[in-house]
């Protein structure tokens, strides 16, 4: 009766540890959630700076004067643009 009771405890062991609902199949569940958290968070921040963004641009010359001088190389009427180059 104890060695059928020892293969079973066995048996149910070695299903807990190796089987897709698993132990080791848990572990690889948690570790995805947690990466997939850290990638949420990363793009939560990345997202919330592109909405100030287009907030600054919306409601702002500021932003877009700023914008178009540094992207576009655009200067205001009246003003002279100096190159400087280095030897």
């Known amino acids: 009766m104890i060695v ?3 293969g079973c405890l066995l048996l149910l062991q070695a299903q807990l540890w190796t089987q897709d609902g698993g ?3 848990m572990w690889q569940l948690r570790a995805s959630v947690d990466a997939q958290i850290d990638e949420n968070e990363t ?3 990345r997202n919330a700076a592109l909405e100030a963004d287009v907030d600054d641009l919306k ?3 500021d932003a877009l004067e700023e914008r178009a001088r540094s992207e576009l190389g655009m200067i ?3 003003e ?3 190159q400087v180059a280095e030897p």
Do not use: I, K, N, W
């Open 80 to 82: 002279v643009f100096y």
């Open 4 to 6: 059928a009771l020892l």
């Open 23 to 25: 132990l080791r199949h």
């Open 76 to 78: 205001r009427e009246g």
């Open 59 to 61: 409601s702002g010359l």
């Open 43 to 45: 793009l939560q921040t």
